[in-house]
Every structure is written in C-alpha cells, then in structure tokens.
C-alpha cells in the first residue's frame, strides 16, 4: 500500500476515536541549544524510577550493569550494530476474574546475529527491510542481561506501527514486547467498541510480558532478558495505556458519574468495568515510560492526585502539526507524577501524529524526523534504564547536542 494511503487510513483511525481538534500552539525555542533545561547530570543516590507502589523504585545506574561491553559502539541516532530478528506468538489469557479468555497477537523482535533473510510485514500492511523473522539471537550487550522495551500501539493500530522504534531498539542491544491490542487493530471496524477495551489494553500488555517470559529458552534468545524492570512506550491510545501501567489512579467519582451517564471510557462502562479501574491496572515493572504523540483528553480520567500515583520518569514527544494532540496541556498535566524534575518533553516543529509513528509527515523531512525520533528515546531510554551518564547521551538530554533545529526540550527543572 502507498505511503499516502497508509497514512489516510491511520490518521482518520486516530482522529475518528481521538478528537481532530486543531492543535494548540506550543514552545518554540527554534532548537535545542540555549533554551533547553539542563538536566542534572550528577549521579544520584536517590531513587528516579518506580512503579505504581510506593517503596518500588531504582537507583540511576543501579537498575542494569553498565558500562556497556568496549566492543560495542553506539551512535544513538544511527541503527545499531546488531541484527534484528523477529518472532511473533498468539496467546490466550483471562483479563481478570471470571471473564471469557481474549486472545492477542505477542510480538518479540531481539538483536540478532544475521541481516539477511525473510522480512516480515508489520499489521499484514506494513513490509519491514530490516527485521529478519526467527534469526539467531545475539547475546546480550550488557552482563545482567538484555535491557526490555514493551510498546502499547495506537487507537486502530498494530504492534509494529512504530517499526522504527523496536527494530531501531533491538539494532542496539534491547528485547522489544508489543501485544496485538484485539479488537483495537486496523482491521477491526466494529463499533461501537467494547467499553472494556479501555482497561483490557494494559493487562494486554502485562500478558504479553508473562508470556515471552514463561517461554523461557524458547523464546530463542542468547541470554536472560531483564523482565524485573522494563522500558514502557506507548504511541496515541497507547500513551493513556502507558499512564495506566504506570499505576495512575483512577478518579472513580468522575469516571463512574461518566459511565452512568454513557461518557466514560468507551461510554456507558459497566460495574465490572469500574472494579478494573478502581483496583487499578498498574504493573510494577514498569519504570521509566515514553508517551509518543499520546492525545492529552486522557488525563482527564485521573486528575491530579491519580497522576501523582506514577513514580516513573517520563518522555513526553509531541508535535505542533499534531491536530487534536496538544503537547502543553500533557506536560502539564504530567506536573504531579513523583518524577517531573527528571522527565523530559521533546517537542518538534511541523511534527503530525505519525512522527514517533509510521514517520510520515509531510512538514518534517524524512531523515531528520527519523534522527528525531532514534536519538531522543534511545538517549532517555539509556539513561533511565542503564544509568547511562556518558557524554553523548547527556548532551543530548540537555540540549548541549543539537539534533535538529526543529527541535524544543524542556524538562521538570
């Protein structure tokens, strides 16, 4: 399918289910120089990443061995070294108690030992020149194992409809999870939507997380993944997905006055619908998180005092040719969570909603918003999950590295 059709389809998907409000007008520092927020690149003691419980937490450096094997060279905007190799699985599972079983697609790709072979294609629509399905895995690049990425695709999406992204993460060392989200894929036009879709997305990606670890060696890796504390990233829809396996608390007086009037998540929620929330749907191995392009209404559901509940430091990326995806009411909103000050907000001029997505915007050359997008969450994901405080990955955090002029960054600072 064209590019142009593929980016028809998507974005009249998002903007059917996410509003196509015009987009608000955000900062625009002209770069990433000057009017960046440095971050703090100490070392800290304390903790800077946890999970919905209190008590969780890692400390920087602490969370996987670092540094990184001397024979492996980084360039963070660049693909990495490795192979990518690619598996996918089906697998049924119970959303919660007394439910029929649900059955999603699980989706693995790893850094691989081969370059060649048989490519796959993403959601039937999407063909991959990079990922080569069941090659040989490559072992870990950091001695406690392999660092892990779980991805929650957009409103009509699929697992791999930010190709870049996990093949771009496997290219460099990480094992990469993304569930199918049943019933919330392109090919899936009923409506409307069940209103259980709205909690069944995040236990889709706790389950597909359990079951790439029950798999054990047969998930044909060359080392342990490290399933203990993991990477979360969500494009969309999957950016309120990510909020709630973050352990964001639900405003149950707002959401259940809603559902009682046919307004809640999905609509006219049931009463086992509100239990989900009300005991809440977060995952404590869940640490750090990346919200790509998610629509800020989302926040709504939680107020304040449920958002204060995330203890994980967060990258929020937007862009201001993202209709109806304002990025200056999100970071706002993300003001309450335990660890603003080390959170990051990556804006970029003319970015539209595929950006950190399919990558298909007409206002942002192709090359760039690629470098965009590989730089910005590899360099978070590097600090935050690996204590990564080499010079390249803080300078690009800080702003010191200019990666594009199209580029703003603010942190909680």
Not at 176 to 195: C, E, R, W
Not at 360 to 377: F, H, K, N, Q, S
Request: aromatic fraction near 8%; hydrophobic fraction near 40%.
């Amino acid at each position: 399918m064209r590019p142009d059709v593929i980016r028809a389809v998507l974005l009249g998907a998002c903007f059917a289910a996410c509003g196509s409000a015009a987009p608000a007008a955000v900062p625009d520092s002209g770069g990433s120089g000057a009017d960046a927020v440095a971050l703090d690149t100490a070392a800290s003691d304390g903790p800077v990443a946890g999970t919905g419980d209190a008590g969780g937490g890692l400390k920087m450096g602490d969370a996987i061995a670092f540094p990184l094997r001397p024979d492996f060279e980084w360039d963070l905007g660049k693909p990495g070294p490795r192979g990518v190799g690619y598996r996918s699985f089906s697998h049924t599972y119970v959303p919660a108690a007394g439910d029929p079983t649900r059955t999603i697609g699980v989706h693995l790709w790893y850094p691989a030992t081969a370059t060649t072979g048989e490519h796959p294609i993403y959601g039937q629509l999407w063909p991959s020149k990079v990922a080569v399905i069941d090659a040989g895995a490559a072992p870990p690049t950091v001695e406690s194992g392999y660092p892990v990425l779980v991805y929650s695709h957009g409103y009509s999406g699929f697992a791999g409809s930010s190709p870049w992204l996990v093949e771009h993460f496997a290219s460099h060392g990480w094992v990469v999870i993304a569930p199918d989200h049943t019933g919330n894929m392109l090919a899936d036009n009923d409506t409307p939507k069940p209103t259980a879709l709205w909690w069944w997305r995040a236990r889709d990606v706790s389950a597909a997380v359990d079951f790439v670890q029950s798999l054990g060696a047969k998930a044909g890796l060359n080392g342990p993944p490290r399933f203990d504390k993991m990477l979360l990233s969500g494009h969309s829809f999957g950016g309120y997905t990510t909020l709630t396996l973050l352990g964001a608390e639900f405003d149950m007086d707002t959401l259940t006055a809603a559902c009682k009037a046919g307004k809640g998540l999905g609509g006219a929620c049931t009463e086992h619908d509100l239990a989900q929330y009300k005991a809440g749907l977060g995952d404590k191995r869940m640490v750090a998180a990346m919200l790509l392009m998610s629509g800020e209404g989302d926040a709504k559901w939680f107020g304040p005092a449920g958002l204060a509940a995330i203890t994980a430091p967060i990258l929020l990326a937007t862009g201001d040719a993202d209709g109806g995806h304002q990025g200056a009411p999100q970071w706002k909103a993300l003001k309450d969570i335990q660890n603003y000050s080390i959170s990051l907000w990556v804006d970029v001029k003319k970015g539209c909603h595929q950006l950190f997505g399919l990558g298909l915007c007409d206002g942002v050359p192709v090359a760039e918003g690629d470098r965009i997008a590989r730089t910005y969450t590899l360099a978070f994901a590097r600090r935050m999950l690996l204590g990564d405080y080499t010079e390249p990955t803080l300078h690009v955090l800080s702003g010191k590295t200019k990666v594009s002029e199209l580029v703003s960054l603010q942190t909680g600072q």
